[in-house]
């Protein structure tokens, strides 16, 4: 890990910072919320009564043989909610949704839906998704039902709303634990970690953690060198809850992790 | 249903009676209030301190120098409760928490809310890389992107509230002028705290004008489909609500088309109106502002609005 200090004379000077480094709200640990450690099922999609064929796997998980009954499909639906051309810099992507629970993210050329299907084409008004023998045509403002199909171990953090997240720790152990680069910032009177880039498909890319993203240690620990090493070994050793405090764009979001089995 | 159309203009030449009667007459009462939102409704460093305070809200709080939309209404309504979906960091677009998924929580409350307030948009903006190309917005999500979103959160609300509910779509606040007004507080904004904490960086690290009012230009194309989404569902042209459920929105034009400080959208705020701390969320006197225009544009409150913004 790389850390280096960032402006710590003038930011310790500044008088706005004196007085704002009083308050409780800036000492103390993110406290885990009373909330419950079940997936609500109003963002889960409704698992499929069928069984996972050989032939729906577009990609396996690596270096595993198929085994039907590491895989499940749910019965979802996407929404495209419209294509991004952006500054020619980065590339054309589509800003998918998944019902229920609405979760969206920016889709690119390439990128998987699952294990069944990824995006083969991006046009100006419509994304393409390619199956094992079928493809499918999603227009903007158009919602598709879809048949998703995941490994057991795909998903990590599952996000329940409000930064809650249902951990899944067999599926955590599985990850790329590769720890992201990161420096010493001072804000508000604290020392923070300012993430480097982020690994895709790292236990901290799971963790729904961005490059950018300014964190304290778990449980409001300092963000010291063993601060992403400890993030990771609350992620993986089965503790049934644990708090994170993230600074993102210049909100904080104080963030609670539940074991989810 | 007609009630939108009548207020604006009703409320432009002082005429407010008509429009408080008809409410009291057509809206379903306001038992319980219900809102989507993200820091600003969370009363983000109302206070200087950095964190949730909702007690300091626009549309949650309790504080009496905010003046709150739930104050308000429990005023007139003794067994106001609330129920908030807002959550900081909050898109209306993107991630976990964005309209779609509030709008989804919404409707899973039970009871189920006859009032809903809706403030999102400003993370939409800051969060998208800034551009390298001549356009600086052609990062920022497109028009029709936002609109397709909105209306997923929309389609819900119309489908799960009790008919004669009210749906309020407050415009998104001009994330260039916020910048103006961060330089105008302090040294320490431009410097200190928003390169360290990646505050809105779109904006915050645009050093030419032309360029930030691009990003401004685009927040007003996402509050023109804002109102023209409200009028929409308002009037049931969409087919989507058949329940007679009130869309308003506070929008009635951009600050180019001669409407500065009509709206949130198109307030003009200064250093007065955002906390020291992080230089960008509204404080408590900014807080106050968005409550009293959220209820001087509601059907609830429907009166006078220039009040809210004079200085």
Redesign the interface.
């Known amino acids: 890990m790389n850390v280096m200090n960032?402006?710590l004379e003038?930011?310790a000077s500044?008088s706005?910072?004196a007085?704002?480094c009083l308050?409780?709200?800036?000492s103390g640990s993110p406290t885990p919320h009373d909330e419950p450690t079940t997936v609500n099922p109003?963002?889960s999609p409704a698992p499929s009564p069928a069984p996972v064929r050989r032939s729906e796997v577009v990609n396996l998980r690596t270096n595993d043989a198929f085994v039907s009954t590491d895989y499940v499909a749910s019965e979802t639906a996407y929404?495209?909610?419209?294509?991004?051309?952006?500054?020619?810099?980065?590339p054309r992507s589509a800003?998918l949704?998944e019902a229920?629970?609405?979760?969206?993210?920016?889709y690119h050329e390439g990128d998987s839906l699952g294990r069944g299907l990824h995006v083969s084409q991006i046009g100006h008004?419509r994304v393409t998704l390619r199956g094992p023998s079928f493809d499918v045509v999603i227009e903007?403002?158009a919602s598709t039902p879809l048949r998703l199909v995941k490994h057991r171990l795909d998903v990590v953090a599952k996000?329940l709303?409000?930064?809650r997240y249902a951990v899944d720790t067999e599926a955590a152990r599985a990850a790329p634990s590769t720890l992201p680069e990161a420096e010493s910032?001072?804000?508000?009177g604290r020392t923070l970690l300012?993430l480097g880039a982020i690994e895709a498909g790292s236990l901290f890319a799971e963790a729904?953690l961005r490059e950018?993203d300014?964190l304290e240690g778990v449980d409001g620990a300092p963000a010291n060198d063993d601060a992403l090493p400890g993030l990771g070994r609350a992620l993986t050793d089965g503790r049934p809850t644990f708090a994170l405090r993230v600074?993102?764009?210049?909100?904080?979001?104080?963030r609670t992790f539940v074991r989810a089995k | 249903m007609r009630l939108m159309h009548c207020a604006i203009p009703a409320i432009a030449t002082g005429v407010v009676l008509f429009v408080s009667q008809a409410t009291a007459d057509v809206w379903a009462p306001p038992a319980k209030q219900a809102n989507a939102g993200d820091s600003i409704s969370q009363g983000f460093s109302a206070n200087g301190w950095p964190g949730d305070h909702t007690e300091l809200s626009w549309v949650q709080g309790s504080d009496v120098g905010v003046d709150s939309v739930a104050s308000r209404t429990r005023a007139s309504y003794a067994d106001f409760t609330q129920d908030s979906e807002s959550v900081s960091g909050a898109e209306l677009i993107g991630g976990n928490d964005n309209f779609a998924a509030q709008a989804s929580r919404i409707c899973a409350q039970r009871p189920l809310p006859t009032r809903v307030h809706v403030l999102l948009g400003a993370n939409d903006v800051c969060n998208r890389p800034r551009s390298s190309s001549k356009d600086a917005a052609a990062n920022l999500y497109s028009v029709t992107t936002w609109t397709n979103a909105l209306r997923t959160g929309l389609d819900q609300l119309a489908a799960c509230l009790p008919p004669r509910s009210v749906v309020q779509l407050l415009s998104v606040p001009r994330v260039d002028g916020i910048y103006e007004a961060g330089n105008a507080k302090s040294g320490w904004c431009s410097w200190g705290v928003w390169p360290i904490a990646n505050v809105c960086r779109v904006v915050t690290a645009e050093t030419s004008a032309s360029r930030r009012a691009q990003i401004g230009a685009r927040i007003d194309q996402y509050n023109d489909a804002l109102a023209a989404e409200a009028d929409s569902y308002a009037r049931n042209l969409n087919g989507q609500n058949s329940r007679g459920i009130a869309f308003v929105s506070d929008w009635v034009g951009s600050t180019s088309s001669g409407h500065e400080n009509t709206s949130l959208g198109t307030f003009r705020f200064g250093a007065d109106d955002i906390n020291g701390s992080d230089c960008f969320h509204p404080n408590v006197a900014g807080q106050a502002r968005i409550a009293c225009v959220a209820w001087a544009k509601s059907p609830d409150g429907a009166g006078p609005y220039a009040g809210c913004f004079k200085r």
Not at chain 1, 79 to 90: A, H, M, N, P, V
Not at chain 1, 247 to 254: F, I, K, L, P
């Open positions: 960032h402006g003038y930011v500044c706005v910072l007085f704002a308050a409780s709200a800036c109003a963002v929404k495209l909610f419209g294509i991004e051309e952006g500054d020619g810099q980065t800003i949704a229920p629970g609405w979760s969206t993210r920016a008004d903007s403002g996000p709303g409000k930064h910032a001072q804000l508000y300012k729904d950018g300014l600074y993102r764009g210049g909100a904080m979001m104080n």
